[in-house]
């Protein structure tokens, strides 16, 4: 159950994100489509302003233009590059205003700020495939400069000058250029100008995202808490099956104790324990009801602890020294499954004698359960608190149980804000210290 829970949280996370994903990209695809399709109109509006600006650069005149005459000095050098760039640049300076208000005022109501360029990008002279010009020259620019063109019109022509011998007819001089232009637009403000005109899908997006966010958190906090429930459930459960043994091992040694007439004045009280301590174990099944009832433990509790720890592993010694003579505010049952899974614990590793000491020291409760048992090796010390662990030998257990005596134990310590300390030799015995404060 747990796991499906699990995987249930796992599933619902994936499809989450998987619906962000297919939502974010959406949304970048419709920006991108907006995008171009704004990029498109400017395009349109400006291409046969910019396409005439190109023919007053005298780049598709007549032979005898002034602009094919300097390409044709710059050729055979009778200018300088410095003096032929700057004739374009003087060009552009010239224009600059005149052409940045007409951009304007195309774009105004739409409220886009457009920058156009257009440049030369290559000026070759056909007759030696020579190109004129290292890199492009800017001949009309807006006052807003293009840094990263959004879109850009590209275009080439030839432009041709012959001089033929009157006698032979023979052309004597062919002064043929190839022009390549590009005319680029960028619209510094487009993020703004795209989210305004797609706002209302963006929020309707957005409001959609939320809403599933919220259910998904919904979700996933009954997820966690039906997990958390569960989990504490598997506890109790674990818990119970566990504390149920000692209990059920004593009754049945001490129903043959009856059926043998031994000692009945012993056994029959030992059974009434045992009965009492079943009745308690399973009202741990209805958790509110136990913490409204939990009781104190009294001084003659510890000693009947240990006379039914002693009845039941009867082939092995108990020594309790006690100095309590008051009630303390601890749940005697919690307190038995501490005394009782650490003898158990002593008892399932080879221990013959235990000692148990249980001091008083106002404010503060000590327990110490000391057995000359197999001991802890030093590198599962760490590890024998935990759920479900055994202590191993060659990999192999060599005791019967389910991991779960140390881990109540710990878990009870906590409860009461205590600390458990472990001392332990192998061969020789460990030792475990409990230290419980209390208030009066």
């Given amino acids: 159950m747990i796991s499906k829970s699990k995987n249930l949280i796992a599933l ?26 704004i990029y498109r109109t400017v395009h349109k509006r400006l291409t046969d302003y910019t396409d005439r600006l190109e023919d007053k650069g005298a780049m598709r005149k007549s032979p005898d233009d002034s602009i094919q005459a300097i390409l044709v000095r710059f050729k055979d050098r009778k200018i300088t590059r410095d003096e032929f760039l700057d004739l374009f640049d003087k060009n552009r300076k010239a224009t600059e205003k005149e052409f940045s208000k007409f951009v304007d005022k195309q774009f105004k109501e739409e409220g886009y700020q457009v920058a156009v360029k257009i440049e030369y990008s290559s000026i070759v002279f ?24 959004g879109i850009a019109n590209t275009g080439s022509w030839e432009t041709i000058s012959k001089s033929t011998d009157a006698d032979d007819k023979k052309i004597t001089r062919n002064n043929s250029f190839s022009v390549r232009s590009i005319t680029g637009y960028e619209i510094l403000n487009i993020k703004n100008v795209v989210f305004k005109e797609l706002t209302l899908l963006f929020l309707c997006c957005i409001t959609l995202l939320a809403s599933v966010l919220s259910l998904y958190i ?38 043959k104790a009856l059926k043998k007439n031994i000692n009945h004045e012993t056994t029959l009280p030992l059974m009434d324990r045992q009965i009492i301590r079943l009745e308690n174990l399973l009202q741990q099944l209805h958790q509110e009801e136990h913490e409204e009832n939990e009781g104190k433990i009294r001084p003659e509790d510890w000693k009947f602890f240990i006379q039914d720890l002693a009845f039941t592993y009867s082939g092995n ?42 001091t008083d020291l ?25 759920k ?24 009870i310590i906590k409860k009461y804000k205590g600390k458990i ?10 030792t475990f210290k409990i230290h419980l404060p209390y208030e009066n």
Wanted: hydrophobic share 40%; aromatic share 8%.
């Fill in 12 to 37: 619902f996370t994936a499809l989450f994100l998987l619906l962000i994903g297919i939502q974010g990209y959406f949304m970048y695809k419709t920006y991108q489509v907006k995008e171009r399709e």
């Fill in 388 to 411: 479900f662990y055994r202590i191993q030998a060659n990999n192999i257990h060599n005791t019967k149980g389910l991991g779960l005596g140390l881990y109540f134990v710990h878990n």
């Fill in 126 to 149: 056909n007759p030696t495939k020579t190109n004129l010009i290292s890199k492009p020259i800017v001949i009309y620019e807006t006052e807003k400069k293009v840094k990263n063109a």
């Fill in 317 to 358: 010694t108990f020594r309790l020294q006690s100095n309590v003579v008051k009630e303390l505010p601890f749940d005697k049952i919690l307190m038995e499954t501490v005394i009782k899974n650490l003898c158990e614990n002593s008892v399932k590793y080879g221990a013959s004698e235990i000692d148990i000491n249980i």
């Fill in 421 to 430: 300390d472990v001392n332990s030799t192998l061969k020789k015995g460990t």
């Fill in 218 to 255: 919904f979700t996933i906090k009954n997820l966690i808490k039906q997990q958390k429930q569960i989990e504490v459930l598997h506890t109790i459960v674990d818990n119970i099956s566990h504390e149920f043994k000692t209990p059920i091992a004593t009754l049945k040694i001490a129903s």
């Fill in 362 to 386: 106002e404010k503060h409760l000590e327990i110490t359960v000391a057995d000359n048992g197999e001991g802890i090796p030093k590198n599962e010390m760490k590890s024998i608190f935990e």
